[in-house]
């Protein structure tokens, strides 16, 4: 048969196709590279330029590393892919350049290895490897390896779209923490974390990431530690060992490596390591005492009336309580500092009366200003250019509470300088602190009704190639999206200061990098009113906290959806003492105060809120000791006793400082659970004095109105009686809780509680010892502050024989067997020493 016109026609169709099929095989192996990943290793070292206080390294590649100390336990490492390293600059550290100390070069015969350490030659050394590809070990001063690139995957670049990474040998067993907040198990190994600031209503366990990412890590293995603070704000990933257990990996998509590495000191401990690192990043300061109280909220207590409705009930029904908040209802259509006329009439009276009851308020103000020519601010910030601004260099719009908003550029100093300066009305008209939301930046995408909006669309923030000052150093979105937030909250802090240096801020952010809390205390935004996320808050929390963030809390009971009485109780425990405690709820939940669950949840839950009156001078002296040397408030069990190993994945039990150990509830129904008591130390129960010795796991009763809390042998924890907001502990004396059975030391730090007079000596440092059965006080004189007026004695079987101070034998005692406490009034006036003789 002949082949007819038409199928001639279509072989010459199909051979044309072939050829162009070729054709685009060629060509988009050719363009490949333009639009994929370009991986390319460093290559040999070239050259080495030694500097008195770092080591510079060429590469084959072009690209340049930089090895620093910081100290001889603080390692820092830069690789720039083009070999010319950027301007040094941090919104991190406290310092944008952080001081270097000397180092010096050893090489090897054969000029294979270069050994780099302090001059002393104590602490880290590097140990670099120049062929084939440039390799990085760390050890520490007797050779044991800390951490190592890994040879089969040597630090890299992306030569197309500037990606870097780095790889690591991983032991089998090493585990990893903190990370910032993550909705992940307590140790992070074999989890991919990606770090982009997200706002994520109703995270589910796992959705990662969240609101705050912080590039920052703590490794244990075999009882040591190091940590590794990866300080780059472009959108950057940890792998720590999902991809390949043998490795982890990090980088980001753009900037340079630039990381440190923290060895923990001699003894490799967690506790070191989250020193060294709070050093570089800075620490919180100490808040105003009446931030540590309780904290209620709702998404939106309006109108004014039942504001002022709920202060009255908390006072009435005796239930603690120190700071009332003002969700975004309480302003005119949703435009920052301003308040609605129809709601909010009269914001100064109502202020004024919250605080003679003796209630702080604090608003909200979120970043998006609506765009509107009548509304001063956005005039204001479109006339002084503050406004962040499109690729095409217009003001950038997008739609949020407001409607269409214009947002500050909190990387411009002249913009956070603006931006602080109109709190000044509302700090007038009486408001006392600041709760900075939608600083992801969070944006509303356009809505399309056949596309889901998805957790992470990048429509939920500004454009990528938005343009940013960067402090000097202008940069796109993809860039500085991650501190956008942190600097709201460096914006809003510093402008409180400026206007009220006589009293110390309270900043709430939702969104944050490595040096938030500077800033800021944070919360971990929209969380589920559900019992997996009441399990959540003890990883979450702890984490953020070991990533040198000390002011955390959940929103108590959670936030989306209505707790039932039995979810909110047993939250209020749990969270009772986690630094920032405050009850927050979404818009059509139900009501959730701690008195609307009927009258035997009332009991339970003021019961709840007393404990953590009762113990705020102990968690007051945590912060000060926070400020001084960055120790973590809430700590995970293994951060504390980092050689237990049944402590590593301990993910439902916390500890507050050294010595309260918080085991909460958290399943529905259960009126027992097990607590494990770590090895190295023995602890006494709260409430009934019982003993449990270290390495023991014990099946412990827990009704309904019980908060599982034990104290740590030998220490001394300061209490208070009930008071019904922190305005009034200065009417109160302290009470000394003495876990007896074995020696201890401990400070009990007190101050006026606001201002900064303390930073010039007005405060007090209270050094107490126990040794056996002797007490000893060192206390400063000092009237102002609460006087140490009773010693309990936990643990005692009987009262003793004899019990005297400074030799006098006192009679005002009294023994409570079911507690096993013995209560000691002090005599008036000074005593250094209590003797018991049983
Ligand atoms: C965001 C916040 C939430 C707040 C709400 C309204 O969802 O995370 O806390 O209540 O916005 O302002």
């Known amino acids: 048969m002949q082949p007819n016109n038409d199928t001639r026609s279509g072989r010459d169709t ?92 050893d090489a090897d015969t054969s000029g294979e290895l270069l050994t780099i350490h302090t001059a002393g030659g104590d602490g880290l050394h590097v140990i670099v490897h120049k062929q084939p590809s440039l390799l990085i070990d760390v050890t520490d001063a007797q050779g044991n390896l800390i951490v190592s690139d890994d040879p089969a995957r040597p630090m890299a670049f992306d030569t197309q779209n500037g990606a870097v990474e780095t790889s690591k040998l991983r032991a089998a067993a090493e585990l990893y923490y903190g990370f ?145 908040y003002l969700d975004i209802d309480y302003m005119q259509g949703f435009r920052v500092f301003s308040w609605s006329e129809r709601d909010f009439p009269a914001p100064e009276k109502m202020l004024r009366e919250l605080h003679e009851e ?63 300066g109109w709190y000044a009305k509302a700090l007038q008209q009486g408001v006392d602190g600041f709760w900075n939301d939608m600083n992801e ?41 991650n501190v956008y937030g942190m600097q709201m909250a460096r914006a809003t802090f510093e402008g409180l200061r400026t206007l009220q240096p006589q009293h110390r801020p309270l900043v709430l952010t939702r969104a944050g990098y490595a040096g938030v809390q500077r800033y800021a205390a944070v919360w971990t935004g929209d969380n589920v009113a559900s019992w997996e996320h009441l399990a959540l808050t003890i990883p979450m929390l702890t984490n953020l906290s070991i990533s040198g963030v000390p002011f955390v809390g959940a929103d108590v009971g959670g936030f989306v959806g209505s707790p039932s009485a039995e979810l909110y109780a047993r939250w209020l425990q749990a969270a009772v003492l986690t630094p920032f405690l405050r009850t927050h709820a979404e818009i059509g939940s139900n009501d959730r105060e701690p ?33 001084a040397s960055g120790e973590a408030l809430l700590r995970p069990l293994w951060f504390a006793y980092p050689r237990d190993v049944k402590t590593y994945l301990l993910d439902d039990q916390y500890l507050l400082g050294r010595d309260l150990l918080i085991a ?33 796991t014990v099946k412990i009763d827990a009704p309904i109105d019980r908060l599982p809390l034990f104290v740590r042998v030998g220490a001394i924890v300061p209490s208070q009686p009930v008071v019904q907001h922190t305005g009034e502990m200065s009417h109160t004396a302290l009470i000394l809780n003495v876990a007896l059975g074995a020696d201890g030391t401990s400070e009990i730090y007190q101050d006026a509680g606001d201002g900064y007079a303390y930073r010039s000596g007005d405060s007090r440092t209270t050094k107490i010892s126990l040794h056996g059965d002797f007490l000893r006080l060192q206390i400063p004189h000092g009237t102002d502050f609460q006087r140490i007026a009773t010693v ?39 005593v250094d020493e209590l003797a018991l003789q049983r």
């Not at 429509?459 to 343009?467: E, N, Q, S, V």
Request: hydrophobic letters at 40%; charged letters at 20%.
């Open 180 to 324: 910032g907040e993550k909705a992940l198990p307590l140790s992070r190994h074999q989890q991919y974390m990606t770090m982009w600031n997200s706002d994520t209503p109703r995270y589910a366990a796992g959705l990662d990431p969240l609101y705050q990412d912080i590039p920052f890590f703590v490794a244990l293995h075999d009882g040591k530690s190091y940590g590794v603070f990866f300080d780059n704000t472009w959108r950057s990933y940890f792998d720590m060992g999902k991809t390949d257990p043998a490795r982890y990996s990090f980088g980001a998509g753009g900037g340079e490596l630039n990381y440190y590495v923290f060895a923990g000191g001699a003894e490799r401990s967690p506790a070191n390591v989250l020193r060294d690192y709070s050093e570089l990043t800075g620490r919180g300061e100490l808040p105003p005492l009446w931030a540590l109280g309780y904290q209620q909220s709702r998404y939106s207590y309006t109108p004014q009336a039942r504001v002022e409705e709920v202060a009255r009930t908390f006072r009435a029904k005796k239930i603690p309580a120190d700071v009332i």
């Open 595 to 627: 008195w609307s669950y009927g009258q035997d949840f009332e009991r339970i839950n003021r019961a709840t809120i007393e404990l953590r009156y009762q113990l705020l001078p102990y968690l007051y002296t945590l912060f000060a000791q926070h400020a």
């Open 664 to 696: 909460p509830v958290l399943h529905a129904g259960d009126i027992k659970r097990e607590v494990y008591f770590p090895q190295g130390d023995a602890w006494r129960d709260w409430w009934s004095g019982q003993y449990y010795a270290g390495g023991s």
């Open 441 to 481: 930046p969070a944006t509303f995408p356009a809505p399309d009704s056949n596309q889901p909006i998805l957790a992470h669309d990048a429509g939920k923030t500004f454009p990528l190639d938005a343009r940013h000052a960067g402090d000097g150093q202008p940069g796109d979105h993809a860039r500085y999206h």
């Open 358 to 420: 003796g209630f702080h308020a604090v608003t909200i103000i979120d970043p998006g200003v609506k765009l509107d020519d009548q509304y001063p601010v956005y005039r204001s910030g479109r006339e002084q250019n503050v406004f962040t601004r499109n690729a095409a260099g217009e003001e950038l719009h997008a739609t949020v509470w407001p409607g269409q908003c214009a947002f500050p550029d909190f990387t411009d100093p002249h913009a956070r300088q603006w931006w602080g």
């Open 14 to 105: 199909y051979r044309k196709h072939v050829w162009l099929r070729v054709l685009i095989v060629i060509l988009l192996v050719g363009w490949m590279p333009a639009t994929f990943a370009a991986w390319q290793t460093l290559g040999a070292v070239t050259q080495v330029t030694a500097r008195a206080d770092s080591v510079e390294l060429s590469t084959r590649s072009g690209a340049h590393v930089r090895i620093s100390f910081v100290s001889q336990d603080v390692l820092r490492i830069r690789m720039n892919p083009h070999g010319v390293f950027a301007a040094d600059f941090s919104y991190a550290l406290v310092h944008a350049t952080p001081a270097l100390i000397a180092l010096k070069i």
């Open 792 to 830: 309990e004695f936990i643990g005692l079987d009987a009262t003793p024989a004899r019990i005297t101070a400074d030799g006098k034998i006192l009679h005002e005692v009294s023994f409570d067997k079911p507690t096993r406490r013995l209560r000691i009034t002090l005599p008036a006036g000074s």
